[in-house]
């Protein structure tokens, strides 16, 4: 996959995008599409960044993301264009019951209006002040809010611990007493802007078009989509760290790097925050500083096979999240195999376990015989496992998720005045505007939409 050899000076490129992830790749991607001279830089020895699929003996896993959902018109096209389209996989019909751990066991959480009402997995008290949310003032001055205090202002404790908060934790691995409401979930919080409630807002958008909103993956496993995206962009260099970015009097970038000094007009960090920081310190005299201070969950994620009969529940859904404030310390498990066909042999299922998180930074510090213990312990009082999975794979994301928490807007300020300081460099990838891989897809599509009309 590799461009040029050795220590090879760049002949000097229109884009370089630094950072192979699904964020660089979408961009590259485009660009090289569109005709632009573009290269794209990578460090590690494959592409991906967090999409890391583990295939092995009839088992499929994935390490990183597990499901995408098409809930934006840039996906579905990126998988066509990009060759995948016939392996697309739609999440089964199940995977829309998702469970919830209370008291002890799991409960299918509701889906609709009057399966809410109905529930019994929230108090009478918890939907009358859902009823009543409508009436809910929304604040007069403009004091950036926590997601936790968002809800428990709107919609009271209840449904902060029993709904937004394993929501949140399923997205951010987050903590919603530090994420902020207005960048971590600007969608909610554009209801309460725009509709003054979030039921009145959730109703108006019912009447609008409706995105597909598929569960989707790719039968050969998610990271065939960055496989096919970089087999069409004609340069992509892997193990090619970039080491430093500078920009001349003459408005040329010169990036140091594993692979020798390239040089081109444009560049595009596609890269985790803390690189950004580094990449920049000396051409914005430190200022690009600020990036190492961004937070980070850590995630640990156990991918486990058992034999079907092994397994009591039904799995008849997407997975299970575990709220904080029950006795589970996993933040959850999803059932692949109910979801997409190939991610088990026969007569056996594949469940994925995440632990960690904001709040649990620890976990994903433990050797993997402790996260395996921990792990198949809680999966047997939650879904009736027996004895040890006859297929294992732990993975640790030290850095798995940005936070967007209170004072995120500090870093996209940041980010623009850096890029308005040096023309030409865009700040790109999951550290501004969504952390979901469709949120990647669009923000990546319409970047290189801007950077090609501007060409
Ligand atoms: C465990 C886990 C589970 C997730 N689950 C889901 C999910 O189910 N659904 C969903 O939509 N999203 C999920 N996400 C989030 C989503 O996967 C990521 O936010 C998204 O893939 C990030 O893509 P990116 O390209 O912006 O960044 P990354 O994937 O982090 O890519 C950045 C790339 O930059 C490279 N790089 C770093 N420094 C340099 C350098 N100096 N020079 C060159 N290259 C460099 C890195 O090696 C990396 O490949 C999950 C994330 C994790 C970690």
């Keep these: 996959m590799g461009a040029g050899g050795e220590g090879q000076q760049g002949a000097g490129v229109d884009a370089l995008v630094v950072g192979g992830g699904i964020s660089g790749l979408t961009t590259a991607w485009h660009l090289a599409k569109a005709g632009v001279d573009v290269e794209l830089l990578e460090a590690a020895p494959r592409v991906g960044g967090s999409i890391v699929t583990h295939a092995e003996d009839g088992w499929l896993f994935e390490l990183g993301p597990n499901t995408v959902l098409e809930n934006n018109p840039y996906v579905g096209p990126l998988i066509e264009e ?121 109703f108006a958008k019912k009447k609008g078009p409706a995105p597909s909103g598929h569960m989707i993956s790719i039968r050969q496993g998610l990271d065939a989509l960055p496989a096919r995206l970089a087999a069409g962009i004609p340069s992509v260099r892997t193990g090619a760290a970039c080491r430093r970015v500078l920009r001349g009097d003459d408005g040329v970038f010169r990036l140091d790097t594993d692979d020798g000094t390239l040089t081109a007009r444009r560049v595009v960090l596609a890269v985790p925050a803390d690189a950004v920081a580094r990449l920049l310190d000396e051409a914005t005299n430190g200022d690009a500083r600020l990036f190492d201070e961004m937070p980070y969950a850590p995630i640990v994620l156990a991918a486990l096979g058992f034999r079907r009969e092994d397994v009591a529940h039904p799995l008849d859904g997407f997975g299970f999240l575990a709220p904080r404030c029950e006795s589970l310390r996993i933040l959850g498990c999803l059932f692949p195999s109910s979801l997409f066909p190939g991610r088990a042999p026969p007569g056996h299922v594949a469940l994925t376990a995440f632990a960690g998180g ?38 640790r994301w030290p850095r798995a998720i940005p936070q967007y928490e209170i004072g995120h807007g500090l870093f996209v300020e940041r980010a623009r005045a850096l890029e308005a300081r040096l023309p030409g460099l865009s700040v790109a990838g999951n550290v501004l505007g969504g952390v979901s891989v469709p949120d990647c897809i669009r923000n990546a599509t319409l970047l290189a939409e801007r950077l090609r009309t501007e060409t």
Excluded: C
């Design 82 to 202: 990009a060759g995948l389209g016939p392996d697309k996989l739609v999440g089964a019909a199940a995977g829309k019951r998702r469970y919830l751990w209370k008291r002890g066991r799991l409960q299918p959480l509701p889906s609709g209006p009057i399966s809410f009402l109905r529930t019994r997995l929230f108090s009478g008290e918890a939907k009358a002040r859902v009823v009543r949310e409508p009436f809910v003032r929304a604040p007069l001055d403009d004091r950036e809010e926590s997601v936790a205090e968002f809800v428990r202002r709107r919609l009271g404790r209840e449904m902060l611990d029993y709904a937004v908060g394993p929501f949140v934790s399923g997205v951010y691995a987050g903590d919603p007493e530090r994420l902020s409401v207005r960048w971590a979930t600007a969608k909610i919080h554009a209801l309460e802007k725009n509709h003054g409630s979030l039921v009145k807002g959730a």
């Design 358 to 395: 904001r709040t649990d930074p620890e976990i994903a510090t433990w050797d993997d015989e402790r996260v395996l213990h921990l792990v198949t312990s809680e999966l047997s009082r939650a879904l009736g496992t027996r004895g040890r999975p006859v297929a294992q794979h732990v993975r």
